[in-house]
């Protein structure tokens, strides 16, 4: 019967380091599994060739990409105030397992499909809370003292696990619960062929990878912990919804008879308020003032189409004039400062683009909520006027 041991870690502290040698010195694995991918594996064992700038941009996922690289700032804050880099423990057991002449196994889901399923299974209100948390993190992280070393203390993990299912319960169960059967699932793969493995997770893993090797009959299918989320594509829905709800409202103002004077304001607010504010949070992410300026150009008209974004268009100038260099993607990962995050022109193009973005849907909003008010008309009359006029000419037709 194979054996198998656990070893909970904390990604930035060095008693993790010293108790995956020592585990591994005292248990003699066979097999050491470690929560990497392939993908961060060769990142935190060799030089790997960085995403070009056309890629990041064609990629179009701003808003996770920035989480990311948030995410990974703030780890490497804490790490940079223990003085251990994020991923020693685990590069600690590599090294250790091939001192003893023992295999590795890479044991934790692909990163991307973690990520994706992150996103996707959280709901608009749960994305808006982690983005207020990691701007507050952004501030609180500088020099603040950290007890890293409690991290591995079950009973502080478990408490913070729950508070995690109450921030986002849709996000812990694709960052933790999923995880934690991935896990179980690759733990279990390894004793059919070694006596003694020894896996070393995040201590927010330990009590669920547990649970699922003392009851492997409950764990879910493997295939559904990888396949991606299916959804409806509210984001092309909404679009269409705001194109929609903008035509019929301008062919009620146009319909209505309160004058063309009217409906050319109408029309000329949509761009004024679309383009300002687009204009303005491109601005606040560092933007080049022509940056600035083609998110107010284009922000009108890619609001009225859900398959194109007003970030698209200032990021692609941000990138002809900051121009980012190879190189600038670990520099971003490796940033000690978040002013210094900031000025890297590849940060400086994403940031554009996810601002530019927030600013013209913001602007939607605004448009719709303001319109009358500044327009100086009764919406109810203009409405059921202008419906009611459209539809006798429809009917006039026949």
């Known amino acids: 019967m194979t054996e198998i041991r656990l070893v909970g870690t904390a990604h930035v502290s060095q008693k993790s380091v010293e108790e995956v040698r020592s585990a591994i010195e005292e ?24 995403p070009s700038v056309a890629e990041i941009l064609k990629g179009g ?6 989480v990311q690289w948030v995410l990974t700032y703030i780890q490497q804050r804490i790490g940079a105030e223990t003085g251990v880099k994020p991923g020693s423990e685990m590069i600690a057991a590599i090294e250790e397992a091939e001192a003893h002449q023992k295999p590795v196994a890479l044991i934790d889901r692909d990163i991307r499909i973690t990520l994706a399923r992150f996103w996707g299974k959280m709901g608009v209100w749960e994305k808006i809370k982690l983005v207020g948390a990691l701007i507050y993190s952004l501030v609180s992280v500088e020099g603040e003292k950290i007890d890293v070393d409690e991290f591995t203390d079950q009973d502080v993990v478990s408490a913070a696990m729950v508070e995690f299912r109450k921030f986002s319960p849709r996000g812990a169960q694709a960052l933790i619960d999923e995880r934690d059967a991935y896990l179980a699932h690759q733990v279990l793969m390894l004793t059919g062929r ?64 309160v004058g063309i004077d009217v409906l050319l304001t109408a029309l000329l607010y949509w761009i004024v308020i679309n383009g300002v504010l687009s204009a303005v949070f491109t601005l606040a992410a560092g933007g080049h003032p022509l940056s600035a300026a083609t998110a107010f150009a284009v922000s009108w008209l890619t609001s009225l189409n859900p398959l194109l974004a007003a970030g698209w268009f200032a990021a692609i100038v941000e990138a002809k004039i900051r121009k980012p260099v190879a190189g600038e993607f670990r520099q971003i990962i490796e940033a000690e400062t978040f002013t210094e995050m900031r000025r890297i022109p590849l940060f400086r193009v ?29 919406p109810t009359v203009v409405i059921a006027d202008g419906f009611s006029n459209m539809l006798q000419m429809i009917l006039g037709l026949f």
Not at 236 to 250: D, E, P, Q, S, Y
């Open 350 to 378: 994403v940031l554009v683009a996810a601002l530019a973005n927030v600013g013209s849907t913001l602007g939607t909003i605004a448009y719709f909520l303001f319109i009358f008010p500044i327009l100086g008309i009764d």
């Open 61 to 66: 996922n701003f808003g996770q990409l920035l």
């Open 27 to 50: 248990f003699l694995p066979d097999i050491v599994g470690v929560e990497l991918d392939r993908g961060r594996f060769i990142s935190l064992t060799q030089e790997t060739a960085e």
């Open 194 to 257: 070694y006596e003694r493995v020894l896996a070393v997770v995040g201590a927010g893993h330990i009590q669920g990878v547990q649970r699922y090797l003392d009851a492997p009959e409950t764990l879910p299918p493997l295939p559904t912990l990888t396949a991606g989320v299916k959804s409806l594509p509210w984001a092309k829905i909404i679009g269409a919804a705001v194109t929609l709800l903008f035509l019929l409202l301008i062919a009620a103002i146009a319909f209505s008879g």
